[in-house]
């Protein structure tokens, strides 16, 4: 079990640091949200310390709440 | 395009859109748009639910090498709020594709599309191998926790093998 969840961080931390790339080459999202949710995907690690994982957390949260409203507001702007 | 937000045509173009070709591109530019809030609001739930998590779960001293593994674990891995803690992590998990296709649903017109495609296919399939593990935290550790509690012998090593030793 350990070694199937080992692979799925690893790949969901190169998937989210590639969106994050993408998002830093785009002028549609805001670049450090894109860094706030991939640094917060690939630091998800069970065995890290309560503290780490509170801040590894919020991280996403903040990351993942930027990016939408940045999503929204841009679905607001090609509303008809 | 999975959402394709330019469907526009100028009057100085020189085409002739009929009446019924402007109707079906209004709407589809308003499904895109429906579609990207809908997006969004995964997205940002699922922000949230990983930022919750942590204060929900307990935390306790975790060595999987002690033979007292079951003796230390158990009281946490049984309590209502493991069990609610990793329940939000399920519904965090379970948005995470939407909310990672919202933000390739974004950046699909421009230039880092191709890029954006390889991110959240990864991340999908990172997430479905995540998945597995979550479930045996969620379904599997609590029960063993609990027999353990209640005095079945046996159980310990279960509980070692499904923390992380397998």
């Known amino acids: 079990m350990t070694l199937v969840m080992i692979v799925g961080l690893i790949t969901l931390a190169v998937g989210a640091i590639e969106l994050a790339r993408a998002t830093w080459q785009s002028d549609v999202l805001p670049g450090w949200a894109g860094v706030a949710l991939a640094a917060g995907l690939a630091l998800w690690l069970p065995l890290l310390p309560r503290a780490v994982r509170i801040v590894d957390g919020l991280t996403i949260g903040l990351g993942g709440l930027w990016l939408a409203w940045a999503i929204w507001r841009k679905a607001a702007r090609t509303n008809v | 395009m999975l959402f394709d937000t330019k469907l526009t045509c100028q009057p100085s173009c020189g085409c002739r859109i009929s009446a019924a070709a402007k109707g079906v591109a209004l709407r589809v530019m308003a499904q895109s748009s429906v579609r990207l809030r809908l997006g969004a609001v995964a997205l940002g ?49 379970t948005l995470l594709p939407c909310a990672l296709l919202a933000i390739y649903a974004a950046l699909a017109d421009g ?51 499904s923390i992380g030793d397998q």
Do not use: K
Not at chain 2, 53 to 66: A, E, G, H, K
Not at chain 2, 117 to 134: D, M, N
Not at chain 2, 136 to 158: H, K, N, Q, S
């Open chain 2, 111 to 161: 230039p880092a599309e191709s890029r954006a495609l390889r991110g959240l296919i990864l991340g999908v399939a990172g997430t479905g191998f995540v998945v597995p593990a979550v479930g045996v935290e969620v379904f599997a550790m609590p029960v063993i926790a609990r027999l353990y509690l209640d005095g079945v012998t046996g159980v310990a090593p279960a509980l070692r093998w």
């Open chain 2, 45 to 93: 739930l699922c922000g949230l639910l990983f930022a919750v998590f942590p204060f929900v779960r307990p935390f306790f001293t975790l060595d999987v090498f002690s033979p007292n593994v079951a003796a230390m674990a158990s009281g946490p891995l049984a309590s209502a709020s493991w069990l609610i803690a990793h329940l939000l992590l399920v519904a965090a998990f």
